[in-house]
């Protein structure tokens, strides 16, 4: 299972990167981590016509806040954010999130750039993306723009990015100080992507809700925002009786779809169970969050 | 250094390995690490279709490609050479004599040349500089395929419907056999209470770490051709190597280097075994062939896969009556060790329990999927999830504890040695020879606190929502099954002793094992032992490393043979101190009269003695050489046993079964390393586990394979197993010398039903039954709804 | 397409060079022009963790890492852990626990279980389990690995 050939490019600036791009047309890929992309090269799922390797543009591994905002680069190693103060004070769902992602190995070269570029539906991080708000930050051939994580994540696999745009960073708003947040996940092993992944993120005071987050991975082609349940919280708060009640609007809402690996059936089950799992979870916090 | 124990010797403790100086360096020698001054890359076109004729295979712009030296197809290599020979693995004339059967071998040629009869079988060969190259060129073949209907199912397979595998057969029924004793049917008209169930034992594999790998030189000077492969049998891959290629065995030579797992995958002989020597004789430089990971779980054999509609009587005591089976193995496209393996379910499936009626029909049948051979238990797991799963069902039909049943029908040990009434597959009656069952039992109840204060516990965790569960699975092994198995020793002009036998290890610590038999048996350190394994040039005939049997053959090789250069020793040693032969002894690699510290010479010194030529030091009549070689041809079988209990706790949310608490009793006689015995047991053990909950070959319909990868097929890591807690007991076998059995398998033949059974007990309010594997979430979210 | 890569890195403490496609991966890098076969390739797509070298001082699988990548790269293979004749502690520790039986997978371990014990020096035996999860052993059954790794982690911190 060896490689493929291709044409290899480490340029030392971003817009040569992203000319590089343009140049073979929608045949070249990024190369970040690798941790995604050199198993699907040895298994010769694809045959790109060349690699452009990041690893030599500088500034694409800083990990900064600016005004509220966390600013984490593209290249920024998954190990390197989970071992970031700046990201466990600041972003802490974030940092429980990562340590669900692969095993410390696989952390240690994979990126976060990487993994939201490559929009595995069951992984956490994309799904970590939606449910803090957040928005990437990509460089094309007019410049940057913005883009909001609900507008990033189309399909399996696959994101709006254009084909001459390079994720360069993310950019998230820091959470609440006083909030409850939990990341539930089932996987047949440690470490696997999830079967379903599920992400509760809470802010309010004495039962009520004013804020939630309910955001799914491993249903469908995409993270997803339960909206209907997060309604459903904002309007009866977050006791036993209304996560119950959440967790069923969110098995009413999900759309699974069977493979090999889990029917669809069971998918929604487990939504249902994740969901009332993390909410629990997340609730807690918030009520603990409040007291010291 | 290693010093003996007191009175007891080197045998029965627990030294460290000789192995693990070179391996935890990294200096392991694996076939991947061989390299030859010249050598190229051999890579496989494989099929992506399941059944196919094969109307045109196209070479020309693999052949063109850059660093491509040679490619080749199937249609080409059929004129040369023939297919892999019938039956690799042959039943003995009086196993054929006794128990009627029909055995059709396809004999699977080195390369698919009419037919394609399973994704993943190769087609055509490419030769390259490199591995990238020679993949490069993989890629530029292009073959044209008239597909046909493909066969998935074993049981349609059967049918008249079906498309047929191989024409000349006319059927996918490969082979098929029935066993019986007693009057079955008698037994169960007379029977009050019966059960039937049908269980299903699921594909998955023995996936060792290394995938197979194979080299070849073909010598001008001598015209000598050696094959180095990962291989547990290298004197199977020599007999097969010398018959394809039309050459004599004694310029084959096929050696094993480290090899990292085998499990009995490697346990057979494989087209790539033959096709390399091959490849390296045709264009005249040496070849590598490195298996990878997608291709071992497309074309590496894949095991289990057994239908059982299995029938037991009993009456309202527990006491099993009769039983009847009717069995289906799927073989896959091709079926390399002939009925080894379901004969092996047959004869285990009465158990280590007194049957009185018993009877089974088995039939193998061909489907369009990687072909079927033994791993790890080889046929055993399969038969004891239907005994062990029939025992449970009985309890819970008369409401008693699934070990009161077991207890009912346990032979004991007061009934040793046991007439089975069936025949092992060495064509023999079975005998089990020693053990005390129902002490297992007993220890693995005791160690998990007893069933009462566990029903105890069981109850109270229900209240509180949770589901927790106890499961038992017993089974006996025959182990140490013949032929033979061959040792010389020598004692080397150094004074060590110089072993070298037909074994083959694939990390089971032979160099350690055997040189403490040895040091024991010579008196010497076991670093005094220089040991030559998995060579067909280092002895003449060797059997190899399957079934657990390399300890009790080699072992009862290693002591006659050196019983009998013991002799030859003392009557040389005798002349060198003119004394009588009956008054010297072995002591510290010494020989010395009994009783006279200072009168003793070296093995050294009496090596040299014994050689030919002036000034030699040999009585009259004692030839020259100080060497013997003998082969340990065993009577039949010697049976090793075990309990397994396992608590399980059961999240009826997410299906998820975590196991809490693992624990094995086990008794495979003499133990020679405890440290190492418990590495294999435990080892075995989550093997076993990993085919309970986690591993599992899918093909869709059209015969894809669902679970080409790692990401699908799913091996149990650190954190999916429990610790494992091995109790020891020793009932010496009297079969050989030492006293020991085999215990390589074992582990791995109880877990799927222990779990099982665990699993079932935990969810007992929903009256669940768990009679196929793997137990998925999804199967315990299923059971559990469905009385919700 | 036919351009190779020239990678300068440091392996084991020495300055090592290399010129090759940047399609090779790591392993086969290490293993062929580097000549250092104790790195194992067991599945080449990142799972089993038998590749696993540290790179940058941190556990990663050189099988999903091209070698060009690793440019610059302060390289450990399982052949920089013995000095001389003696062995680090995790391998004597591994060899007096029973924790390998056909090594294939024993590179992979050590390395993981180095970076394991330099990032949480003192582990429970569940987050040993986790650490040791990455890597994948069919032979031993984990018990004699995780008995190691611990008596590593308890030597270290008496």
């Known amino acids: ?292 | 250094m290693s010093s003996p124990g007191a009175n007891k010797g080197f045998v029965g403790q627990s030294l460290p390995r000789r192995e693990d100086h070179r391996l935890l360096r990294g200096q392991g020698q694996y076939i991947a690490d061989f390299t030859l001054p010249g050598m190229l890359h051999v890579a496989f076109v494989r099929s992506s279709v399941a059944h196919a004729r094969i109307k045109s295979v196209d070479l020309s712009r693999a052949a063109a490609a850059p660093g491509v030296h040679f490619v080749m197809s199937g249609l080409e290599l059929a004129k040369e050479i023939p297919p892999v020979q019938d039956q690799q693995l042959p039943l003995p004339r009086k196993w054929r004599t006794t128990v009627p059967h029909k055995i059709f071998d396809p004999r699977q040629p080195l390369l698919a040349w009419d037919k394609v009869r399973h994704v993943g079988e190769a087609v055509a060969v490419i030769v390259a500089d490199n591995r990238y190259l020679a993949e490069d060129a993989v890629d530029l073949v292009s073959v044209d395929y008239e597909f046909l209907d493909a066969v998935v199912d074993a049981e349609a397979a059967l049918g008249a419907a079906a498309a047929v595998l191989h024409e000349q057969n006319g059927t996918n029924l490969l082979a098929e056999f029935s066993v019986a004793k007693g009057d079955v049917a008698a037994a169960f008209a007379a029977a009050k209470q019966t059960l039937k169930r049908r269980f299903y034992h699921h594909r998955y594999a023995g996936i060792p770490m290394e995938c197979r790998g194979v080299a070849a030189m073909h010598e001008a000077r001598t015209g000598a051709v050696t094959i180095w492969s990962s291989t547990q049998v290298v004197h199977w891959v020599r007999r097969e190597v010398a018959l394809t290629l039309g050459m004599s065995e004694a310029r084959v030579r096929c050696v094993a280097l480290d090899v990292g797992g085998g499990f009995g995958t490697k346990g057979h002989v494989y087209p790539e075994d033959l096709l390399l020597p091959y490849l390296a004789r045709r264009i005249g430089r040496p070849v590598k062939w490195i298996e990878d990971r997608r291709e071992h779980l497309q074309s590496a054999c894949h095991s289990r896969d057994q239908i059982h509609d299995a029938e037991i009587a009993f009456d309202a005591s527990g006491k099993i009556l009769a039983f009847r089976d009717s069995m289906i193995m799927d073989c896959g496209a091709w079926n390399p060790v002939g009925i080894g393996i379901p004969y092996n379910t047959a004869s285990h499936l009465i158990g280590p329990y007194k049957v009185e009626h018993f009877s089974v029909r088995a039939r193998v049948a061909a489907t369009n999927k990687v072909p079927n051979a033994p791993y790890r238990g080889a046929g055993r797991p399969e038969a004891v999830q239907v005994v062990e799963r029939l025992m449970d069902l009985i309890a819970r039909e008369l409401g008693v504890e699934p070990a009161a049943v077991r207890r009912r029908n346990l032979v004991t040990a007061a009934d040793m040695p046991y007439a089975a009434g069936i025949p092992y597959r060495d064509g023999q009656p079975i005998v089990y020879d020693s053990g005390d069952y129902p002490l297992a039992l007993e220890k693995v109840l005791a160690e998990i606190g007893g069933i009462d204060a566990f029903r105890v516990r069981q109850r109270a965790a229900r209240v509180e929502g949770r589901h927790l569960g106890l499961g038992l699975g017993m089974y006996t092994e025959g182990t140490g099954v013949g032929p033979f198995e061959g040792a010389t020793v020598r004692v080397d002009p150094s004074g060590k002793i110089y072993v070298s036998a037909g074994s083959c290890p694939q990390g089971q610590g032979m160099e350690t094992i055997f040189s403490q038999i040895t040091a024991d048996l010579w008196k010497v350190n076991p670093e005094d032992v220089i040991l030559s394994l998995a060579d067909t040039a280092a002895i003449p005939m060797g059997f190899g490393t399957i079934a657990s049997r390399s300890t009790v053959n080699l072992s009862g090789a290693i002591h006659v043979a050196s019983e009998r250069l013991r002799g030859k020793t003392f009557n040389i040693a005798a002349n060198m101190l003119e004394c009588a032969a009956a008054d010297l002894e072995l002591r510290d690699g010494r020989v010395g009269v009994v009783g006279v510290p200072d009168m003793s010479v070296t093995l050294a010194d009496v090596a040299r003695a014994s050689r030919p030529g002036w000034d030699h030091q040999r009585p009259e009549g004692v030839d020259a050489g100080l060497e013997e070689t003998y082969y340990w041809e065993p009577a039949t079988v010697t049976w090793a046993y075990a309990a397994h209990a396992v608590i399980v706790d059961v999240d009826v949310r997410t299906g998820h079964v975590k196991l809490e608490k693992y624990v094995i009793a086990h008794d495979c006689g003499v133990v020679v390393n405890p440290m190492l015995a418990e590495g294999q047991i435990i080892g075995g053990a989550v093997q076993g586990i990993g085919g309970a909950l986690f591993e599992g070959f899918n093909y869709d319909s059209e015969g894809q394979l669902l679970t080409g990868s790692f990401m699908d097929y799913l091996l149990p890591t650190a954190s999916d197993v429990p610790e494992i807690t091995v109790l020891h007991h020793e009932s010496p076998s009297p079969l050989n010398p030492l006293g020991v059995k085999g215990l390589g398998e074992g582990g791995a033949i109880a877990p799927p039903v222990a779990i099982a059974n665990a699993v079932c007990d935990a969810l007992s309010e929903f009256r669940a039954e768990f009679n196929s594997t793997p137990i998925t979430p999804e199967d315990v979210i299923r059971a559990a709804r469905k009385a919700a | 397409m036919d351009d190779l890569v020239d990678i300068k890195l440091t392996v084991n403490g020495e300055a090592r060079h290399g010129r090759c496609e940047p399609r090779k991966l790591l392993v086969d890098f290490i293993r062929e022009d580097l000549g250092l076969t104790g790195t194992h390739a067991g599945c080449e797509h990142g799972i089993c963790g038998a590749c696993t070298i540290l790179f940058d001082g941190e556990a990663a699988r050189s099988c999903t890492t091209l070698a060009v990548q690793a440019d610059g790269a302060e390289i450990m293979t399982v052949e920089g852990l013995a000095n001389g004749e003696r062995l680090h502690p995790l391998q004597q520790a591994f060899h007096e626990h029973h924790a390998l039986q056909c090594g294939f997978c024993t590179p992979g371990m050590l390395m993981t279980a180095l970076d394991l014990l330099n990032t949480v020096p003192n582990p429970t035996e569940a987050q040993i389990r986790e650490g040791m999860s990455a890597v994948i052993c069919r032979c031993t059954g984990y018990q004699g690995i995780v008995n190691a790794v611990a008596a590593v982690a308890a030597a270290k911190n008496v």
């Open chain 1, 1 to 292: 299972m060896k490689p493929p050939k291709f044409a290899y490019h480490a340029p030392e600036q971003l817009d040569e990167a992203v000319q590089l791009l343009e140049r073979y047309a929608g045949n070249a890929r990024v190369l970040s981590g690798g941790q995604s992309l050199i198993p699907m090269l040895n298994f010769r799922l694809f045959v790109p016509e060349a690699l452009i390797d990041l690893r030599r543009v500088p500034g694409l591994a800083d990990i900064r806040i600016d005004q509220d905002t966390l600013h984490i680069g593209a290249m920024t190693r998954q190990r390197a954010a989970e071992n970031s103060g700046l990201i466990s004070n600041k972003l802490p769902l974030m940092t429980e999130a990562l340590g669900w992602v692969g095993h410390l190995p696989t952390r240690s070269r994979g990126t976060i750039g990487g993994s939201i570029a490559h929009a595995d539906p069951s992984a956490e991080l994309p799904m970590t993306l939606l449910a803090l708000d957040g928005a990437v930050v990509a460089r094309g051939l007019s410049g940057e723009r913005t883009i909001a994580a609900d507008d990033l994540f189309s399909s399996f696999f696959s994101t709006t990015l254009a084909p001459t745009e390079i994720l360069c960073a993310v950019r998230i708003p820091a959470m609440n100080t006083h909030c409850g947040f939990a990341v539930e996940e089932y996987a047949r092993r440690k470490g696997d992507f999830a079967i379903v992944g599920m992400t509760a993120v809470l802010e309010g005071k004495d039962g009520k809700c004013t804020r939630a987050r309910l955001v799914s991975a491993g249903i469908g082609g995409r993270p997803v925002r339960l909206r209907a349940a997060e309604d459903l919280l904002l309007k009866n708060g977050v006791d036993a009786e209304s996560i119950s009640m959440a967790s069923r609007a969110v098995m009413e809402a999900v759309e699974p779809t069977s493979d090999p690996n889990a029917s669809a059936d069971y998918r929604r089950h487990l939504a249902g169970v994740l969901a009332e799992r993390a909410l629990l979870r997340a609730a807690n916090m918030l009520k603990e969050s409040r007291h010291g």
